[in-house]
């Protein structure tokens, strides 16, 4: 990826980290952020992502050191609280509303432009299902597809099946789905989901902000177009 792309990751997830941070939680209650991607922030050490790179392992590990270097201590915030900087591999063609994916209104999580998306190689990928597992994981009847409300940023926000409302997050989760963008079919012997995305969709799209970078912009740009009217400030620990 690119510097400026690597420099706005490091500034996102210093400012996630520092969200975390002395809040408290039950699920690892000694520890402010857990390595589980699907509860707080995905974590690999330094010799594993060194064997992943092979001969890059030098070059990429000194890349990712001077994007974090170069951002020391800068960290976003909005109305003068840390702001929880939450990122994902790739979006649809445009960012989610925190609301629509988690409830609650965060202003500075808001669907803005990320079209750049739209030329990710495997945007799209599909995933199907046999019918009666389909029924099981759900727990109905049968897989009478009804109504689909759709979110700002053009994800599945809540859609009928067998009767039953599920949000597209649940589907996403139940299946084990790339994004809660999709569609959905019925044939005589599975139920095919066509995914558009990787991730929740919630802030900064990684993919979205190497191409800006690509396209010249610098991280502090990349930032603010990410997460709405935040400041960068300075002066954090980590």
């Known amino acids: ?38 509860h707080c922030k995905a974590y690999i050490s330094s010799a594993e992502a060194m064997e992943n790179w092979g001969d ?9 050191s001077s994007a974090v270097r170069e951002t020391q201590g800068e960290y ?17 063609g445009k960012t989610e509303n925190a609301k629509d994916v988690w409830g609650g209104d965060v202003p500075y999580l808001i669907s803005v432009d990320s079209s750049a998306d739209l030329t990710y190689e495997n945007l799209t990928e599909e995933f199907s299902f046999p019918l009666s597992e389909a029924k099981e994981i759900l727990r ?19 859609i009928e099946i067998g009767g039953k409302t599920f949000s597209g997050v649940e589907i996403r989760s ?5 994004s809660a963008n999709f569609k959905v079919s019925l044939s005589d ?17 990684q993919y979205g902000a190497n191409m800006m970078a690509k396209n010249g912009k610098n991280y502090t740009e990349i930032l603010l177009h990410y ?4 400041t960068i400030e300075k002066g954090a620990k980590i």
């Open 1 to 38: 990826y690119e510097i400026e792309a690597l420099k706005a990751q490091s500034v996102a997830a210093r400012s996630y980290i520092l969200s975390r941070k002395g809040k408290g939680n039950p699920d690892h209650p000694d520890a402010d952020v857990c390595t589980n991607p699907s």
């Open 56 to 64: 890059k392992g030098e070059e990429y590990l000194e890349k990712i």
């Open 76 to 92: 976003l915030s909005y109305n003068d609280e840390i702001a929880v900087a939450c990122f994902y591999a790739v979006s649809s």
């Open 140 to 158: 109905v009847e049968t897989l009478d597809l009804g109504e689909i409300e759709k979110t700002q940023g053009g994800s599945v926000k809540t």
């Open 174 to 178: 139940l299946f084990g789905l790339n």
């Open 189 to 205: 012997s599975s139920i095919t989901f066509i995914t558009k995305g990787k991730g929740h969709g919630v802030g900064m799209s």
């Open 227 to 230: 997460y709405s009217n935040v």
